[in-house]
């Protein structure tokens, strides 16, 4: 089985596992110390939160200023329109910031927002019956 990790650069680590922890997110606690958590999002699919110190380890160059610029655009699918709704709304509350407007194009729903670093996430729910037929 293929995995992916995504690997991110975060202020304060505490403080992000309790954001994504209010989503829902759990984190495996064999990959997860002072420097790094890893937050599950599937049995395939994994986000290493890293401290800045740890994250400028594995690159060359700066981090990327995320008040200046978008560095990635990660998007999780949801089940339902419901739940990308749910989702957004435990977000805001958390701490994110709104990112674009919510966009509808019926047979796909999807909203973003910025998490406490400023990483943009967007939340998808798609209906595969209702994709139009390609031409």
């Known amino acids: 089985m293929r995995m992916i990790f995504v690997n991110l650069p975060v202020k304060d680590l505490e403080a ?3 954001f ?7 984190f495996n606690p064999a990959f997860t110390d002072e420097n790094a958590a890893c937050m599950v ?4 699919i994994f986000v290493m939160l890293l401290t800045e110190a740890r994250f400028r380890d594995f690159i060359t160059g700066e981090i990327a200023d ?13 089940e339902s329109r419901e739940e990308v709704d749910e ?4 977000a805001l509350s958390a701490g ?3 990112w674009k407007p919510n966009m509808d194009y019926g047979f796909m729903y999807g909203c973003s927002f910025q998490d406490l ?3 943009v996430w967007e939340l998808m729910y798609m209906d595969q019956a209702a994709i139009p037929p390609q031409s």
Request: net charge positive; hydrophobic share 35%.
């Open 87 to 90: 989702s957004l709304a435990k």
């Open 20 to 26: 994504f922890g209010a989503l829902g997110f759990a």
């Open 41 to 44: 999002v599937s049995e395939s």
């Open 117 to 119: 670093d400023g990483h």
């Open 96 to 98: 994110a910031r709104p």
């Open 66 to 78: 995320t008040t200046k610029a978008t560095e990635v655009l990660t998007c999780l699918s949801c």
């Open 16 to 18: 992000s596992k309790t």
